[in-house]
């Protein structure tokens, strides 16, 4: 079985710009998070959709990021325009549902973005 | 809110060393703890779980008990190899929290020869 697939793997860009990252879940995987995770952090949820619909996105900072999951299989997480701090490693994860023997989250490998 | 509080690394152990890691946590209700672990260059893996209260999870020779009393979900090891060096993140989901994962900030470990 596949896993979840991310890309593009590394990624510098200069404040102000825009970035997209992309992200592939497990097929068959209704639930797909995007994470946040800084140097020495451990990673922050930044959105969960179920399927094509946002189930959370509490910690997202609307006024830069926005994601979407339109045929509720890939999705991507833009930043535009970019800040310093936004310098991260952005992992995507997937899993079958939210509740019982199916919630196991699968990570990608992540995505690092470096604003300069 | 939920929080979760694990030692700072890193961690340096000689092989077949005994491995302790703490993490407590903070949270309402009845949480599922987990503990993840990132080797260099991969993304997370989930290493173990437990779902309610006195629960032991295990793989790979690590185990972890959920201690409700003590709000705590140390990670453990009996003898650790040079292959079980990376990064370990204890976390939980809150029930009814629509499986959201809080993590802690992760501990370094590093196992030489």
């Known amino acids: 079985e596949a896993g979840v697939a991310q890309s593009p793997r590394y990624k510098i860009i200069e404040k102000r710009q825009s970035v997209a990252f992309w992200c592939n879940p497990i097929?068959?995987?209704?639930?797909l998070y995007w994470y946040q995770q800084i140097l020495g952090q451990g990673p922050k949820l930044l959105i969960q959709?179920?399927?094509?619909?946002?189930?959370?996105d509490s910690q997202l900072p609307k006024d830069r990021f926005s994601a979407e999951r339109l045929k509720g299989v890939d999705s991507t997480l833009k930043i535009q325009p970019a800040k310093l701090e936004d310098s991260a490693v952005y992992l995507c994860a997937s899993s079958h549902g939210t509740s019982g023997s199916y919630n196991e989250q699968f990570f990608g490998p992540g995505t690092r973005l470096t604003v300069l | 809110g939920n929080s979760v509080t694990q030692m700072e690394g890193p961690v340096t152990l000689s092989e077949e060393a005994f491995l302790t890691i703490n993490c407590t946590y903070t949270a309402t209700g009845y949480p599922s703890l987990f503990w993840y672990v990132q080797y260099p260059g991969e993304g997370l893996q989930l290493l173990l779980k437990a779902t309610k209260a006195d629960d032991k999870g295990s793989n790979k020779g690590f185990e972890a008990t959920y201690r409700k009393e003590t709000t705590s979900f140390h990670l453990e090891k009996g003898s650790v190899q040079v292959s079980d060096s990376a990064v370990y993140f204890c976390a939980l989901t809150r029930t009814g929290g629509g499986n959201k994962l809080t993590f802690g900030t992760g501990t370094q470990l590093k196992v030489e020869l």
């Open positions: 959709f179920q399927n094509n619909g946002v189930v959370d």
């Open positions: 097929s068959g995987h209704a639930t």
